[in-house]
């Protein structure tokens, strides 16, 4: 994907297309709930662009948030934007991009976030992995309205307080 399309897509004002509901899911062996949704850019629905929010039953404070476009050339995604909430694996940054960045790294549990700026060649183009650079939260989240609130601030979603919050995250029994 070009840098430019890449960067209109991540800066435009964007809503998000209904049916905003979760569904269940099992993705390699975890179970989740996954609201997928499109995504309208000035009252027109781009191609292969969308929002995923991803929350996980046995783990009440952890969530995934993403803003995605399909990769024309092939059957994958590149991803613009995550907001990784509790993650349950640790993440280390690659050696290239932001030199603040470069081989920090994130224990499971650690909050950060993946911008695809972060991630750019050296001439200023995407990566295959878009956002293999994080960055640590500067806005502490405590709970999914509130890292709703910040993803929907970073990437410009002006109906974010729509989404539902995930249903029961499951029992401690």
């Not at 940054?93 to 976030?113: I, M």
């Amino acid at each position: 994907m070009p840098f430019a399309e890449a960067e209109e897509i991540f800066r435009a004002e964007k809503s998000l297309i209904r049916p905003l509901r979760w569904e269940s899911s099992s993705k390699s062996g975890r179970n989740q709930t996954c609201l997928e949704c499109r995504v309208e850019i000035s009252e027109a629905l781009p191609r292969g662009v969308y929002f995923r929010a991803i929350a996980y039953p046995r783990f009440l404070h952890t969530f995934t948030f993403q803003l995605e476009c399909e990769r024309l050339e092939a059957r994958a995604h590149v991803t613009l934007y995550r907001l990784e909430v509790n993650p349950l694996k640790a993440h280390t940054n690659k050696f290239f991009g932001p030199e603040e960045l470069q081989g920090e790294f994130f224990p499971a549990g650690k909050s950060h976030e993946h911008d695809f700026h972060d991630s750019l060649t050296d001439k200023g183009e995407l990566r295959s992995n878009s956002c293999a650079q994080a960055r640590a939260l500067t806005v502490p989240q405590s709970d999914f309205a509130t890292a709703l609130s910040i993803v929907c601030s970073r990437i410009n979603v002006v109906n974010g307080s729509e989404i539902p919050i995930p249903p029961s995250q499951g029992s401690l029994f």
